[in-house]
Structure formats: structure tokens, C-alpha cells
T-cell receptor
Framework: DVKVTQSSRYLVKRTGEKVFLECVQDMDHENMFWYRQDPGLGLRLIYFSYDVKMKEKGDIPEGYSVSREKKERFSLILESASTNQTSMYLC???????????????FGEGSRLTVL | GNSVTQMEGPVTLSEEAFLTINCTYTATGYPSLFWYVQYPGEGLQLLLKATKADDKGSNKGFEATYRKETTSFHLEKGSVQVSDSAVYFCALSDLNGGFKTIFGAGTRLFVKA
């Protein structure tokens, strides 16, 4: 069974702390994504990666960075957490079109971050 | 750029009622279209998909047809159940956009017994 695992379901951090959110997938997917989910705004793309050590900014990258040292692992980093980064963070990987897939995303269960 | 617009919720229905959640999109090229569902406390999972015009995706009694002429992908179910209570997201994925998936804002559905 395919699986995307996020390291922490719930985190509470203080303003200014450095936060690491980790994500691992076991499907050998090249493309991985970090989304942020907020009520009324849907999912917004923060960063994505299409290969090891490769990354591209999504729609809302400010205040975030990412790391992809191994194909299966994609980490989201908040260098200095702020209260407006309180949110649900979702990691996903994709089966690309043309490679036995149609662009379907596989999601982790999410990490709910509260910044005080 | 690409975008997805879906009807605002929440939508509240009684069990066995007919469900429609509207979704329209704007895209250059020929995207794949998806409906994802998020049950309480869980991540998103694929409900159904369609990859080209006039394709119909279906799963668990839900259906949606890829209408290029109206740029729509409305979700329907003939008879909802309490267990269908969830948040539903319409989405598109563009091959030419590096497989980035664009989501609508989500529609929360409550089904009463």
C-alpha cells in the first residue's frame, strides 16, 4: 500500500523557533510537494521538488525553506516561526502523467502547527 | 495562470438527498481534473479523476464529467450518506506546469441522518 508519512501530527512552537516538518514517501516518486491548508483558502503550494537537491518555489514560499537530500524525504523548514504560520501542513507526492499514472497526488495525514 | 473555483459551503443535506458541488476551472493546455476528499482528522485522498474532455470519473457513487466547453467538473451523487460528511476539493494538474496541482477552496458537506 502506498504511503506518505509526516513525522508529527501536532506541534506547538513559540515565535522565533526553528521548526522542521519531515515527510517520507515509499513510492519512488520524483515529485514531492508541501502545501499549507487554511479554512476558506483551500491548499496553497509552498514549495515543490522534482528531484534530489532540486526545489522550486510555489505560490507562498516566504518564511519557508525546504531540503531534499534523498529521493524519499522532503523536509519543510520554518527558520523563525511566526504566529501567521499557524496552519495545517500537508506533504504530497505525485504519480506523473505518462508513468503509469495521471497526476494523482498522494497525501500524508498532515501536521497541525500552532505558533504561540 | 491556472485556477479552480468551487461553490462555497457548508452544504447541509439530509441522508439520501441528491448532491451537486459545482467546480469550474481556468487553464491553458489540457489539464487533468480531480476531486479529492478529506474526512475529519485525515489528509486528502483521491475521490475520482478525469484526464481528458468528456471523460467521466466515478467512485463510491460519486461522478463528475470533464466538460471542456463549459470548463467545469461538477461533483454529483444521487443519494448521500452520513459517512459522506467531509470536505471536498476540486483540483487540476497541468503536465506543462511541472505537475503542480491547483486546488479550489474546498466545500464542506454535512449530511444529517
Amino acid at each position: 500500500d502506498v504511503k506518505v508519512t509526516q513525522s508529527s501530527r501536532y506541534l506547538v512552537k513559540r515565535t522565533g523557533e526553528k521548526v522542521f516538518l519531515e515527510c517520507v514517501q515509499d513510492m519512488d516518486h520524483e515529485n514531492m510537494f508541501w502545501y499549507r491548508q487554511d479554512p476558506g483558502l483551500g491548499l496553497r503550494l509552498i514549495y515543490f521538488s522534482y528531484d534530489v537537491k532540486m526545489k522550486e518555489k510555489g505560490d507562498i514560499p516566504e518564511g519557508y525553506s525546504v531540503s531534499r537530500e534523498k529521493k524519499e524525504r522532503f523536509s519543510l523548514i520554518l527558520e523563525s516561526a511566526s504566529t501567521n504560520q499557524t496552519s495545517m501542513y500537508l506533504c504530497a507526492s505525485i504519480t506523473p502523467v505518462g508513468r503509469v499514472g495521471t497526476g494523482e497526488l498522494f497525501f500524508g495525514e498532515g501536521s497541525r502547527l500552532t505558533v504561540l | 495562470g491556472n485556477s479552480v473555483t468551487q461553490m462555497e459551503g457548508p452544504v447541509t443535506l439530509s441522508e439520501e438527498a441528491f448532491l451537486t458541488i459545482n467546480c469550474t476551472y481556468t487553464a491553458t493546455g489540457y489539464p487533468s481534473l480531480f476531486w479529492y476528499v478529506q474526512y475529519p482528522g485525515e489528509g486528502l485522498q483521491l475521490l475520482l479523476k478525469a484526464t481528458k474532455a468528456d471523460d467521466k470519473g466515478s467512485n463510491k457513487g460519486f461522478e463528475a464529467t470533464y466538460r471542456k466547453e463549459t470548463t467545469s467538473f461538477h461533483l454529483e451523487k444521487g443519494s448521500v450518506q452520513v459517512s459522506d460528511s467531509a470536505v471536498y476539493f476540486c483540483a487540476l494538474s497541468d503536465l506543462n506546469g511541472g505537475f503542480k496541482t491547483i486546488f479550489g477552496a474546498g466545500t464542506r458537506l454535512f449530511v444529517k441522518a
